[in-house]
C-alpha cells in the first residue's frame, strides 16, 4: 500500500474528483444489493405459490430502475477514476520530460536513451494503473466486498456467512507473501525491458553501420539474446502473477461447498427459506469480484511501486550545472576571457584540459586545431555549460558564464556540432528551428550565407523538402550546411563551429569563411578544425594537445615556428594537391 502514500500529493489535489468517483462506486455497490435479494423473494413466492401478477410486475420494474441506476453510477465512477489516472499520467509524463531537459551532459551520459524511453512509457503506464485501476480494485473490494459481507450478515443468516468466508483470510496471507515475491520481479522485469528498449533503439539508430559492415546476423543473434532474456525475466513474473488466481478460485470453491452444505441443512431444517439460499448464492458469487479485486490490487500496487521508485530516482537526479537565481539576464556582449586552470570529466581522474587561456575581443575569430581527442570539443563544452566543475573563470563580456541565466547565455551563442542533428522536418523548419517566428525572407537570407541556398532552389520542393529522420535525404555537406544557416538565423554574439566543414568541398569552404567573414565583422566567432584551411585567417590560432595549449599565433607565426601546425599544413597541401592531380588525371 505504500504507492497510495507516494502519490498521495495527487490525491490531495484531486480529492473532489475522487470522491465523486469513490461515491460512485459506493452508489453500484448498494445498488447492486438489491438484485439478489429480489430474485430470491421471487424464488419464495413461486414455491410457496403466492406469486401474482402485479408482484411480478412490481419487482420487475424495480430490477429496470435498480438496472438503469447502475449504469448511471458506473458512468460517475468510471470517468472520475479513469480520468484522473489519465491525468496523473499527462502530469508525470510532462514533468519527467520537462526534467530530461533540464538534466547536464553526465545525467545523459549516466542513462541511455532507450532506458529514458522505457521510463517515459512503461513505466508511467503502470503508475497510472495504480490511480485507475488500483483505486477502483481498493475500492471495490472494500465497498463491495464489505456491502456483500453486510447483507449477507442481515438479509440472510449471520451464522451460514461466518461460516462462508471462513476461506477468505488464506487470501490476505497468498497476498501478501506474493506481493513482495512480484515487486522484485517486476523490478527486474522492467529493468530487462529498458535493456531491450535500449538495444533496439542503438541497432535502428546505426542501421546503416550494420548493414555497411555486413554484420545483420550478429545483430540479429545480439537481439534474439537479449529478447530471451527478457522473456525468461518476464516468465517468472507470469508464474507469480498465475498463482493468484488458481488460488482465489480455490477459495471461493471452498466457499461454494460449505454454502452448499451448510446452506442445505439450513433449509431441511427450514431456519432459512431457499429463496435466501438462492439469494446467499448469489451474494457468494459477488464476492468472487472483490476477492479477484485484492489479487489484482496487490499485483497492480506492486507493479506501480516498483515504476514509481524508478521514475522517482530519475526524477531526483540533479543536474551539476545549476542556473544562478540571481544571474545576469541580458545577453552577453563583448570580450571572451578564457581561463580554465584544470578540468576532468565526471568519473574520470585524468585532467582533459589544463591551462587553457586565451582571450578574444569582440568581433575576432579564434581557431582551435589539433589531433583527435586533444581537447579542442572539451574547450567549447564548457564555453556553452555544459559542464561547469573546472578550475578557473570563463567570462564573457567581464562575467562568469556561470553568472548568466540560461537564458540569456544560450541564445547568444550559435552553435554547430560535429554531429549535426536535424528533425523529421522540412528543410524551412530545420533552420528556423530557434526563432519558429522568422520569416522566409531571413531564411533565405540565411541559407545564402551558408552557401546552401543555390542547392535548395534546385530541390523540387524547395524549402519544403522533407529532410527525412535525423537528415538522411540530404548529403553530410548539405546537413552542415543546414546547421550553420540554423546557428546563424539567430544573428549570434559568439558563433561556435566544432568541426562544421569537415563534410564540405574546399571551395564551398571558402565561400562559407568568406561570407562569415563580411557578415560577422561586429561579432565572435570560434572555429574549431581538423582541416587548418578553416582556420588560417584567424586572428590567432591554438594548437591543442593533451589539453594543453602548444603553439599559439597567427597562421604565418605558426608556420615560422615549425611545429606541429606547419608539419600538418603542409601535409593537407600535399594531400590536397594529390587528389587535384588524380582527379584531373
Partial sequence: MSIFAKLSWYFKEEWKTYLVGVGGLILTALLAIIPPRIIGLLVDAIHSGKLAASTLIMLLILLTVVAIAQYGSRYMWRTAIWGEAAKLEKVLRNRLFWHYTQMDQEFFQKYRTGDLMAHATNDLSAIQRVAGGGILQFADSMITGGTTLIAMVSLIDWRLTIIAI??????????????????????????????????????ITGIKVIKGLGQQEEDMADFDDQVAQTININRRVNRLDSLFDPMTTMIISLSYVITIVYGGYLV???????????????????????????????????????????????????????????????APRGEIDYDVEKFSYPGDNRLALENINFKIPAGKTVGLVGRVGSGKSTILRLMLRQFDNYTGTIKFGGIDIRHYKMDALIPAIGYVPQDTFLFSDSIRENIRFARPEASQEAVETAAKKSDLYNQIKGMPDGYDTAVGEEGISLSGGQRQRLAIARALLINPELLILDDALSAVDAETETQILRNLRAERKEKTTIISAHRLSSVMDADEILVINDGQIVERGTHDQLMANNGWYKEMFERQELETKVKGGAQNG
Fill in 166 to 203: 471462513i476461506p477468505f483470510p488464506l487470501l490476505a496471507v497468498m497476498a501478501r507473501y506474493m506481493g513482495s515475491k512480484i515487486h522484485v520481479a517486476f523490478r527486474d522485469s522492467q529493468a530487462a525491458f529498458s535493456r531491450l528498449n535500449n538495444k533496439a533503439e542503438e541497432s
Fill in 268 to 330: 431441511t431444517t427450514s431456519q432459512i427459506t431457499i429463496g435466501a439460499l438462492v439469494s446467499f448464492v448469489s451474494y457468494l458469487a459477488m464476492m468472487i469480484w472483490p476477492m479477484f479485486a485484492v489479487d489484482m490490487l496487490f499485483n497492480t500496487l506492486e507493479r506501480g511501486n516498483a515504476s514509481y521508485d524508478r521514475v522517482m530516482d530519475l526524477l531526483n537526479q540533479t543536474s551539476k550545472v545549476i542556473d544562478d537565481p540571481n544571474g545576469a539576464t541580458t
